[in-house]
């Protein structure tokens, strides 16, 4: 295999795109691809502040990479779960990319701002790990979001998350699911723009990024996510990618270009305005507060924390360093 452009030794073969590509070629192909997502999709504006929410896995430090490359105002994000070693090695690998090239990088730590992390929080709310994880990451991502004057949030969900949510979706169909699914999900008021610049590229093409780049990210997964549903679903797509290349882009696309817009018919729901944290939700407190509001009742029962504790909404993000 040779690359496409110069016809050098390939490095990456995108098999699914029909060509290959050298490290220099693909690097190049890669920045413009994306460039060429956010511009399609209106994403973000020329040189806009955007932030980057980084975990520390490969796919966040690329995008958080790739916005800065394209000139983008990217400030990051990390939310600290207090999910054990693995949070602290997150939070570490994160900090050391931000500091190697002179990058903003803010901190949430969610034990710190709210009593407990995410192994807590799983006896405590009601709910199983992932769902009170991933509960608080979305808020509090929007919550600074909002506080700090960002228009839109950016998330490194690649292809093969996106297709195994729709994958998903459609095998437990719940439409206001499949309606809301999208790389672009605008703005409202108290709602910052969520966007997926990476949302057509294959987990692969991100880590050949990545690796290419020579980025420094953490290898482990979470350890919650053992036997988690997603990892099944894209098992089962990359048996179908592996027998048909293009078949996850296809799946994706074809579902948001030609299904999706015959679901969006009913119209958006009607956001209200929380009781205690005042950001949007459709009943009257929002679930983060009502999730923190249980955490709270239970753990004064259990005397993990005294009587007279009360929960807070806000969390006031930390500049690192
Ligand atoms: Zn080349
Ligand atoms: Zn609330």
């Known amino acids: ?3 496409k452009v ?16 050298c490290r220099e070629h693909y690097l190049d192909w890669f920045v413009k691809e994306t460039e060429r997502g956010i511009r399609r999709h209106r994403m973000l ?3 806009e502040k955007v932030l980057v929410a980084v975990s520390g896995g490969k796919d ?6 790739v916005l800065h490359r394209l000139g983008y105002e990217a400030v990051g994000l990390h939310i600290h779960l207090g999910i054990g070693e693995y949070s602290q090695r997150s939070l570490e690998v994160t900090r050391a990319f931000a500091e190697e090239r002179g990058l903003e990088l803010w901190v949430v730590d969610l034990k710190e701002a709210y009593g407990f992390g995410v192994p807590e929080l799983a006896g405590l709310s009601g709910r199983v790990a992932c769902s009170a994880c991933g509960l608080s990451k979305r808020y509090l991502l929007n919550q600074v979001a909002v506080e700090e004057g960002f228009r839109a949030v950016a998330t490194g969900h690649n292809l093969d998350d996106e297709a195994a949510v729709l994958f998903g979706n459609l095998l437990n169909p719940q439409e206001d699911a499949l309606a809301r699914q999208g790389p672009v999900l605008p703005e409202r008021p108290g709602l910052a723009a969520r966007v997926k610049p990476f949302y057509r590229f294959s987990e692969r093409e991100v880590l050949s990024y990545t690796l290419l780049r020579g980025i420094r990210y953490l290898h482990e997964e ?4 053992k036997g988690a549903k997603s990892l099944l679903y894209k098992e089962a ?3 179908v990618e592996k027998e048909m290349p293009g078949a996850k882009l296809r799946f994706l696309e074809g ?7 015959r679901l969006k018919a009913e119209g958006e729901v009607a956001l209200k305005e929380c009781a205690r944290c005042g950001y949007p939700t459709t009943g009257e407190t929002c679930s983060f507060c009502r999730m923190w509001e249980a955490v709270y009742r239970r753990a004064k029962k259990r005397r993990l924390l005294p009587e007279e504790a009360q929960f807070r909404p806000r969390a006031e993000p930390q500049r690192a360093r």
Do not use: T
Not at 60 to 65: E, Q, R
């Open 1 to 3: 295999m040779v690359c």
């Open 6 to 21: 110069c016809q050098a030794k390939a490095q990456v073969e995108l098999r699914s795109r029909g060509f290959a590509l």
């Open 222 to 225: 979470c350890p919650n996510a």
């Open 60 to 65: 966040s430090l690329a995008l958080w990479d």
């Open 237 to 239: 797509l990359n048996l």
């Open 45 to 47: 504006k020329p040189g």
């Open 255 to 261: 579902f948001l270009e030609k299904i999706q817009p």
